[in-house]
């Protein structure tokens, strides 16, 4: 297999929506979400928690919703590119016509 950075975008797009689809990726995702609400139950249910520890749990709830929308980003992202692609190839193709 090339090096996954060298493949073409609309390669990179599907191997970005099989991950989406694939059981494991599926199972990290509900981990997370789980994560997501017990860190939140946790800052509802302690009122004495600290700055530190507060910063933390916010933070670690962003990092986990960041992580959960990385397929979902890049695939967008690849979507636009690959787009770009037909585009910028319909007009190439749209010049050497006319001339």
């Known amino acids: 297999?090339?090096?996954?950075?060298?493949?073409?975008?609309?390669?990179?797009?599907?191997?970005?929506?099989?991950?989406?689809?694939?059981?494991?990726?599926?199972?990290?995702?509900?981990?997370?979400?789980?994560?997501i609400m017990t860190a939140a139950h946790k800052l509802a249910e302690t009122p004495q928690m600290s700055l530190e520890e507060l910063h933390f749990r916010r933070g670690a709830m962003w990092a986990a919703r960041k992580l959960i929308d990385v397929p979902t980003i890049l695939a967008s992202k690849l979507e636009n590119d690959v787009a770009m692609e037909v585009l910028q190839a319909e007009e190439v193709y749209k010049g050497t016509k006319t001339k």
Do not use: P, R, T, Y
Not at 2 to 31: P, R
């Open 1 to 35: 297999m090339a090096k996954l950075s060298q493949v073409s975008n609309k390669k990179a797009l599907e191997l970005v929506q099989d991950v989406q689809k694939h059981d494991g990726w599926l199972f990290i995702k509900e981990i997370m979400q789980d994560e």
